[in-house]
């Protein structure tokens, strides 16, 4: 018989990383939801368990090292490792921006996928089949005006990405990049503006159909299953209204 894989799912309490959670028990993967909200981890796991899946729930922060290794040496076996645990803070200019929100932003979106990709390795390496994803987003590929310090954290997840693929070309680890457009996922805009509801509505103003985290869930689902020897590098995902971070249709 052979054994169930497991997906290790990083941010899984909201948004992409619940959405993800869901889509990869629902493709047989045993899930690992991973988040600092314990409450909203457990009720996933138990809605995933009820349907049939197969999820565990297990408290952590990724910007905290050693959590993060005692984790590696709790999880056992792993076979893909989703790293979506990010988040932007703030919309200022460089020259108006505070160095805390943009240490914030490197902390979890950089040294996260740092600390979880080096911690799981061994085991991913173990499998025979490992896959690393990491969730980036089209800000890791060109520059916008108020982004520069969550810009700058994505740039570096994909030079992350970039870098391990090249690390590792040879050894049976894939190492995906995902990096999607608007998507109007929980929370995202409601963090960055700090709050402000009609900020963050304004960023999806009239358009008709923003990327949802269930679709960016299936993306990344599909990449994870395709056949051992085919790595999907890079796959940008945006809404068919968006042809670039500034060119955006609204009705």
């Known amino acids: 018989m052979t054994e169930q894989k497991v997906a290790v799912v990083t941010g899984a309490s909201s948004g992409i990383g619940a959405a993800t959670a869901r889509r990869l028990a629902a493709e ?15 009720e996933l796991a138990k809605e995933i368990v009820a349907g049939g899946g197969s999820a565990r729930a297990i408290t952590l922060d990724v910007t905290d090292r050693p959590a993060v290794d005692a ?16 988040g932007a803070v703030g919309a200022e200019s460089v020259e108006q921006g505070d160095p805390a929100d943009w240490l914030a932003m ?7 996928v740092l600390h979880m990709t080096q911690a799981l390795l061994p085991a991913l390496r173990a499998t025979g089949d490992g896959t690393v994803l990491v969730l980036s987003s089209t800000a890791a590929l060109a520059a916008y005006e108020g982004g520069g310090g969550y810009v700058a954290a994505k740039h570096a997840a994909h030079t992350i990405a970039a870098t391990l693929r090249l690390e590792l070309c040879g050894e049976p680890i894939r190492v995906i990049e995902i990096a999607p457009g608007m998507v109007k996922s929980e929370g995202f805009a409601i963090t960055r503006f700090r709050g402000d509801e009609s900020k963050a509505a304004a960023v999806y103003a009239g358009v008709a159909e923003p990327l949802t985290s269930e679709d960016i869930a299936d993306t990344v689902a599909w990449a994870v299953t395709r056949p051992s020897h085919v790595n999907i590098d890079l796959l940008v995902v945006r809404p068919r209204a968006q042809a670039a971070n500034h060119k955006v249709h609204r009705a």
């Open 71 to 86: 984790f590696a040496a709790e999880v056992g076996r792993v076979d893909v490792l989703v790293n979506n645990a990010g």
């Open 28 to 42: 047989g993967f045993d899930v690992v939801l991973t988040a600092r909200r314990t409450e909203r981890i457990e």
């Open 106 to 112: 490197y902390e979890v979106n950089v040294l996260g």
